[in-house]
């Protein structure tokens, strides 16, 4: 097995006592000390495969008597080392930070090469830029390159109020996944992620709600008529940050393809920047949604 050794990522190399080592605190790995080991540990940064290793530290660290590929095995069995290879690939440039993050938390940085292919459009309303504007900071410092696409994997629909039900009908007929993010006075609610045909959509969500709120279809189409809401809405900074942060999520969820919490479903964020809300969307019987797929 051909591997590059890297210590524990932001782990710090400690001596604990006369006769043992610990890589780092939370809570740390003890290893018991021999002669050069500290010093081999101090060469796994990365950057040698465990052969030139080796050979490094045979002319370097003459004290040092060990098998050191049998040991490198064994390290990296206990979380002590890691492979440096998985964290870069010709398709993954700029992720490091994501892929060592992956691999830590027993995720696949194989995963990330779609990051840097995904294609996200937004259409935003004014009042909605705060979050929106955040949300592509973080996607950006994830490595989703283009947040401006004019032929999208996924279209994000943000808005001050429910939106004019005619924006998701493009989406819809086209079949192209959408989010909705919609300001609701003092939160922000994020959902439903609609893949036209194979997740609840929008109309499902309006069908649910006129069975328990007969005016609603007498209220549709008056949504997003006024361009401007008449007040801005009630969200302080943390709030905006917290929303856009869950918002990211949701994009590389989508991305990653792993689960999100906005398919069949609705997640809220606020009033309180820490607050949750989340309530499960189904399609509806009468909506013909999930007719796209059988079409
Ligand atoms: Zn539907």
Same mark, same amino acid.
């Given at each position: 097995?051909?591997?590059?050794?890297?210590?524990?990522?932001?782990?710090?190399?400690?001596?604990?006592?006369?006769?043992?080592?610990?890589?780092?605190?939370?809570?740390? *790995?003890?290893?018991?000390?021999?002669?050069?080991?500290? !010093?081999?540990?101090?060469?796994?940064?990365?950057?040698?495969?465990? #052969?030139?290793?080796?050979?490094?530290?045979?002319?370097?660290?003459?004290?040092?008597?060990?098998?050191?590929?049998?040991?490198?095995?064994?390290?990296?069995?206990?979380?002590?080392?890691?492979?440096?290879?998985?964290?870069?690939?010709?398709?993954?440039?700029?992720?490091?930070? #994501?892929?060592?993050?992956?691999?830590?938390? !027993?995720?696949?940085?194989?995963?990330?090469?779609?990051?840097?292919?995904?294609?996200?459009?937004?259409?935003?309303? !004014?009042?909605?830029?705060?979050? *929106?504007?955040?949300?592509?900071?973080?996607?950006?410092?994830?490595? /989703?390159?283009?947040?401006?696409?004019?032929?999208?994997?996924?279209?994000?629909?943000?808005?001050?109020?429910?939106?004019?039900?005619?924006?998701? #009908?493009?989406?819809?007929?086209?079949?192209?996944?959408?989010? /909705? *993010?919609?300001?609701?006075?003092?939160?922000?609610?994020?959902?439903?992620? /609609?893949?036209?045909?194979?997740?609840?959509?929008?109309?499902?969500?309006?069908?649910?709600?006129?069975?328990?709120?007969?005016?609603?279809?007498?209220?549709?189409?008056?949504?997003?008529?006024?361009?401007?809401?008449?007040?801005?809405?009630?969200?302080?900074? /943390?709030?905006?940050?917290?929303?856009?942060? #869950?918002?990211? *999520?949701?994009?590389?969820?989508?991305?990653?393809?792993?689960?999100?919490?906005?398919?069949?479903?609705?997640?809220?964020?606020?009033?309180?920047?820490?607050?949750?809300?989340?309530?499960?969307?189904?399609?509806?019987?009468?909506? %013909?949604?999930?007719?796209?797929? %059988?079409?």
């Amino acid at each position: 097995m051909s591997f590059r050794p890297a210590l524990r990522p932001g782990a710090p190399l400690l001596r604990r006592d006369a006769t043992s080592l610990q890589v780092g605190t939370s809570p740390g *790995v003890v290893l018991a000390d021999r002669p050069g080991l500290m !010093a081999l540990l101090r060469l796994l940064d990365g950057t040698r495969d465990v #052969e030139r290793l080796q050979a490094h530290a045979r002319d370097t660290i003459p004290e040092l008597d060990c098998d050191v590929p049998a040991l490198m095995r064994e390290l990296l069995a206990i979380g002590v080392v890691f492979d440096s290879t998985r964290w870069s690939a010709p398709r993954r440039r700029g992720l490091d930070a #994501e892929a060592r993050h992956a691999d830590l938390s !027993a995720g696949d940085p194989a995963r990330l090469v779609r990051r840097s292919d995904l294609r996200v459009a937004f259409h935003a309303g !004014a009042a909605a830029l705060p979050v *929106v504007d955040t949300a592509r900071e973080v996607l950006s410092a994830s490595g /989703v390159r283009d947040l401006d696409a004019t032929d999208p994997h996924l279209l994000v629909i943000a808005t001050c109020g429910e939106p004019s039900r005619t924006v998701f #009908e493009r989406p819809t007929s086209t079949g192209l996944d959408h989010l /909705v *993010v919609v300001i609701d006075e003092d939160r922000v609610r994020l959902g439903p992620l /609609v893949r036209p045909g194979l997740t609840p959509c929008v109309g499902c969500h309006d069908l649910h709600r006129t069975d328990w709120d007969p005016a609603w279809p007498a209220l549709l189409p008056q949504l997003g008529r006024h361009t401007g809401v008449l007040t801005p809405p009630a969200l302080d900074a /943390v709030t905006v940050h917290a929303a856009a942060l #869950e918002l990211a *999520v949701e994009v590389l969820a989508y991305c990653d393809g792993t689960a999100g919490r906005t398919t069949g479903q609705l997640l809220a964020i606020g009033p309180r920047h820490d607050e949750r809300s989340a309530w499960p969307l189904a399609f509806h019987h009468a909506c %013909a949604c999930d007719l796209l797929s %059988a079409a």
